[in-house]
């Protein structure tokens, strides 16, 4: 069974900087684009970051040029490193894979909190 763990976030100033790790067990993120993803409060879970297999990568706009989504095969962990931090991206942060079906999707894990506030 594929464990999902996120870490990193907590409390931040805006413009301050966070970076995120996701550990997985059970399963390789090698062979997966994989995602990271992010629930506000009263909001529905948005897509933030994508990277392939291959080491591309794609951003949502509200993101784009802030963040870097990246990977380290050997530990099996994705990485989001967020700059410039504004207050509207305050919100509970997952990993995952990236693909739209169920079945491709790992157990969600228990997401890390940011809160970007003065």
């Known amino acids: 069974q594929v464990q999902l763990v996120e870490s990193g976030g907590g409390l931040v100033q805006p413009g301050g900087s966070l970076r995120l790790s996701c550990a997985g067990s059970?399963?390789?993120?090698?062979?997966?684009?994989m995602a990271w993803y992010r629930q506000a409060p009263g909001k529905q879970r948005e897509l933030v970051a994508v990277?392939?297999?291959?080491?591309?990568?794609a951003y949502a706009d509200s993101v784009k040029g802030r963040f870097t989504i990246s990977g380290d095969n050997a530990e099996n962990t994705v990485y989001l490193q967020m700059n410039s931090l504004k207050p509207e991206d305050t919100a509970v942060y997952y990993c995952?894979?990236?693909?739209?079906?169920?079945?491709?999707?790992?157990?969600w894990g228990q997401g890390t909190q940011v809160t970007v506030s003065s």
């Open positions: 995952n894979t990236a693909y739209v079906s169920r079945s491709r999707q790992f157990p």
């Open positions: 990277i392939t297999p291959n080491g591309g990568s």
């Open positions: 059970g399963s390789s993120f090698r062979f997966n684009d």
